[in-house]
């Protein structure tokens, strides 16, 4: 499948962290409904985290294991994946996936986890690349003739489960960032020795992520804890909000040096910090950090999408993140159903449940008190 530029112009929506179950959060379900509607984008990319898939088998918390053999897994996953994934089909909107940390911590290996994903007729980029994951790879949008490649979509693998060790590791692997170069070169010689302009997409934020960032006085207003007793603040010079410590990956693999050696990225865009929403530029090249989307997580109000709006002309970008409120509109219905479906809501939602339950019991004691009154 060849993406192209319409009338100049390419719409990619970041999805990031929708992780859900084969019982899948129902607001999470309407807001992504209401913004492939009303977004109309060309690209969908799921940056990781796009099922709990950590979590099948124990689906429903403080239930016994329902998912107890590799078939029931197995089954179970269908269901999650196409839950998030068959909104986007019916829509017949091209879609990309990477994983996060919680996608594959189970008994099935990513290969076999990607053939769900292959299955769907919108799916691109699963097909097969040489960098030894096959969620590293990239996508070519060409121009609207299909003579020309005027932005590159990078989508790097940075969240790896070694099932031998069973052991999550959180990086790109060093062979991806080899892999990133000589593809990189090549894109470049085969458009005439210039770079193609490109934007990165990686699912756990990097090391370099902690340079947007600065301690700060606890009582500062938006301060968050961060290591050591020690509290953090987003730098003045960057857009958006932290709600959380940043939460990089583990090593340095030359990612950045790479980058900055191939000087076709114009941004590296992370998931994996729920709580964060925001934008940066270290050593010249743009970090943005999108919240999640799910409802069955922590997070905060930020919940949402992110979309990436590039001219053809210059290769330049607009991003913005459109919340849950933007998306679904403020109504007394809509809190309703955040609170209702949104993990860190849950005492709001104890303290409801428990309220309407007292008034109910009241109730049922003053009728019964007033009905054994008359029978006097
Ligand atoms: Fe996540």
Redesign the pocket.
Known sequence: MQLKFKNGKFRVLQVS?P?DLQYVRPTMMRMLNKAYDDLKPDLIVLTG?NILGNHLDDARIYTPLIVKDKESEKKAMGIAIDKLVSPIEERKIPFAMIY???DDRNRMTKEEQADFYRSYSCNIGLDGTDSGDCDTYNIPIYSEDGEKVKINIWMLDSAWHDKEQDKCFEYVKPQAVEWYKKTSARLKEENGGEVVPAIMFQHIPMLETLELIEECDKNYEGAVPGPDGKFFKLKDECGGFLGEYVSAVSEKTGQMEAIKECGDVKAVVF??D?GNCFTGVVDGIQFIQTP?TSFR?YGNRKRGVRVFDIDESTGEFETFVLTYDDIVGKSLWNDFCYLWDADDMWKKKAALIAGVAGAAVLGIGVGVGIALKKRK
């Open positions: 962290d992780q985290d996060g940390n919680h998931g994996h729920h999640c997580c």
